[in-house]
Nanobody
Framework: QVQLVESGGGLVQAGGSLRLSCAASDSIFSINRMGWYRQPPGKQRDLVAA???????NYADSVKGRFTISRDNAKNTVYLQMNSLKPEDTAVYYCNAVPFYWNWGQGTQVTVSS
């Protein structure tokens, strides 16, 4: 069972930026798609960005043009660069395979103030 550890969240003003990291305890090289998910308070967890092993990416409409997902297979790490943050981006952010099948990590809290 791969363990996932997310980090990089915090409190930021609207318009600011954050870079999230997700470190996996084992190789993600063979995982075709890795993704970042988020769960706002009182809402369901949704996929916001995904990246294939070949580097192809796709994004939810709500973050397109503002978020960039990347992966470093050598470091077993997935990143999410978040720019032009909005209050509606406030959520706990998680990474996992797409579709997910590992246990969820603890996530990292992102709070965007207006």
């Amino acid at each position: 069972q791969v363990q996932l550890v997310e980090s990089g969240g915090g409190l930021v003003q609207a318009g600011g930026s954050l870079r999230l990291s997700c470190a996996a305890s084992d190789s993600i090289f063979s995982i075709n798609r890795m993704g970042w998910y988020r769960q706002p308070p009182g809402k369901q967890r949704d996929l916001v960005a995904a990246i294939t092993s070949g580097g192809f990416t796709n994004y939810a409409d709500s973050v397109k043009g503002r978020f960039t997902i990347s992966r470093d297979n050598a470091k077993n790490t997935v990143y999410l660069q978040m720019n032009s943050l909005k209050p509606e981006d406030t959520a706990v952010y998680y990474c996992n395979a797409v579709p997910f099948y590992w246990n969820w990590g603890q996530g990292t809290q992102v709070t965007v103030s207006s």
